[in-house]
């Protein structure tokens, strides 16, 4: 079982940036990808970036360029580095993992682009 926790959220303006931490506990040895969603009000999850053991990384089209997802395994954390965010970009973020064949989500927490 692996616990995700969420912060770093908030309103910014369009252009801004932000920096979403994820922090990771439990049987951490396990998981085997790492990653942000993101669900806007009426619409699907989707997937923004995923990061492998073997640091391969992968991002939706339309944040490519604009977001960076690092994490650094010694402490147990990850980051979704977003830059010149545009109203698009408004949803709940969740962080997620794969560990042992299982999914793992964070609670999720609110990013609003507006000016």
């Known amino acids: 079982q692996v616990q995700l926790v969420e912060s770093g959220g908030g309103l910014v303006q369009p252009g801004g940036s932000l920096r979403l931490s994820c922090a990771y506990s439990?049987?951490?040895?396990?998981?085997?990808?790492w990653g942000w969603f993101r669900q806007a009000p009426g619409n699907q999850r989707e997937r923004v970036a995923l990061m492998t053991r073997d640091d391969f990384t992968t991002y939706a089209d339309s944040v490519k360029g604009r977001f960076t997802i690092s994490r650094d395994s010694a402490n147990n954390m990850m980051w979704l580095q977003m830059t010149r965010l545009e109203p698009e970009d408004t949803a709940v973020y969740y962080c997620?993992?794969?560990?042992?064949?299982?999914?793992?989500w964070g609670q999720g927490i609110q990013v609003t682009v507006s000016s």
């Open positions: 439990g049987r951490v040895f396990t998981i085997t990808a």
């Open positions: 997620y993992s794969v560990a042992s064949g299982y999914e793992n």
